[in-house]
């Protein structure tokens, strides 16, 4: 279980101390798929970045399954199992699929059907794949899903993915959330997604309302998402509460 205690985040602007995260705290629990909104600029991708190790709090406590990692960097974090998604993922040119599977697993002799494995979990094929770079040559989608794989290679225990249907094609994303909704039902994984898109809010466990650097609001999808869609018409009820 992830615990995320009083966490405060602060920082020196010319016009003095602005706060960016405000005593946050939440637990969240194992093989669930939390799903983080709220209005652009409201602090939840430095929540995020907070627990991957990308910032660093000013106040509170990190705990991850009982052991505190406040002050532990991000390849110590990634070695208790924690990986982060980022909005564009990056690209390796000269770099093929396999090799990029084979880093992640740790495992030098990594087999091909652990790779088809991998692969298969996020719908791709394998032969399609694994011999292709990771380069400019492969679609927003692919190399999402590709970074999603080496994420289950890595065998990670919690995975955090920050607005993954940033600058990626329709089919892609039905093919996205097609995958999501699969690791959901595997359990295989505990997933934090950071989003505005309803397909992915929909396939919450549960969904955390975030603004003004503040947990506004948490509930199962069936209480919160009709909530959020109110807002269409005027001001949140759920930011207002």
Excluded at 35 to 49: D, E, Q, S, W
Excluded at 181 to 194: G, H, S
Aim: glycine fraction near 10%.
């Amino acid at each position: 279980m992830l615990e995320l205690k009083h966490i405060t985040y602060t920082v020196s602007t010319p016009e003095g101390e602005q706060t960016i995260l405000n005593d946050i705290s939440i637990d969240i629990p194992d093989r669930k798929l939390i799903v983080f909104t709220g209005p652009n600029g409201g602090g939840k991708t430095t929540l995020a970045k907070v627990i991957m190790g990308l910032v660093t709090p000013t106040g509170g406590q990190i705990l991850f399954n009982g052991q505190d990692i406040t002050h532990l960097g991000i390849t110590e974090r990634a070695k208790l199992g924690i990986s982060y998604g980022f909005q564009q993922p990056p690209r390796f040119k000269g770099i093929t699929v396999r090799n990029l599977l084979t880093i992640a697993s740790g495992d030098t002799g990594l087999s091909k059907d652990k790779c088809c494995k991998y692969l298969t979990q996020v719908g791709l094929c394998a032969n399609d794949y694994l011999d292709r770079e990771v380069d400019v040559s492969l679609s927003g989608g692919e190399v999402k899903r590709i970074e999603i794989a080496t994420l289950l290679a890595r065998g990670s225990e919690l995975m955090i993915f920050d607005e993954p249907e940033a600058g990626i094609d329709l089919w892609s994303f039905a093919r996205l959330t097609e995958t999501f909704e699969q690791l959901r039902q595997r359990e295989l994984a505990t997933m934090i997604i950071i989003s505005h898109q309803e397909r992915i809010i929909q396939l919450a466990d549960e969904i955390v309302v975030v603004g003004g650097g503040e947990l506004k609001h948490r509930g199962s999808t069936e209480e919160i998402f009709p909530l959020i869609m109110a807002d269409t018409l005027g001001s949140c009820p759920v930011l207002n509460k």
